[in-house]
């Protein structure tokens, strides 16, 4: 499975971007899609998460309440909404594939497919 991401882009703080991330074949519900992003400098870091087994999607305490996550299983796409956007928000964003447990689902290790990343960068 290939994934790609795209959608990013220069925002300002407070501003919105919608990321995409679109599957080459179908990946069914018993896989979990999940965003990462690493900073310059940074470690790659958990984002969100979205399994339809687990409920509702799991966020990261950082992003939780100004980014959603969605997810369109017979479209083969994934979507996460960054509203309310800071400074902080700016690094490069993958997504990722994988039948992670939930236990293990907020790490890279969890999944099997990523996109090559799309640039996220907040400036005023």
């Known amino acids: 499975v290939q994934l790609q991401a795209s959608g990013g882009g220069l925002v300002q703080p407070g501003g919105s971007l919608r990321l995409t991330c679109a599957a080459s074949?179908?990946?069914?519900?018993?896989?979990?899609m999940a965003w990462f992003r690493q900073a310059p400098g940074k470690e790659r870091e958990f984002v969100a998460v979205?399994?339809?087994?687990?409920?509702?999607?799991y966020y990261s305490e950082i992003v939780k309440g100004r980014f959603s996550i969605s997810r369109d299983i017979a479209q083969n796409t994934m979507d996460l909404q960054l509203n309310s956007l800071k400074l902080e928000d700016t690094a490069v964003y993958y997504c990722?594939?994988?039948?992670?447990?939930?236990?293990?689902?907020?790490?890279?290790?969890?999944?099997?497919?990523w996109g090559q990343g799309t640039q996220v960068t907040v400036s005023s």
């Open positions: 074949r179908q990946i069914d519900r018993s896989y979990a």
């Open positions: 990722a594939a994988g039948r992670t447990i939930a236990s293990m689902k907020t790490y890279q290790s969890g999944y099997t497919y």
């Open positions: 979205s399994k339809p087994s687990w409920g509702r999607p």
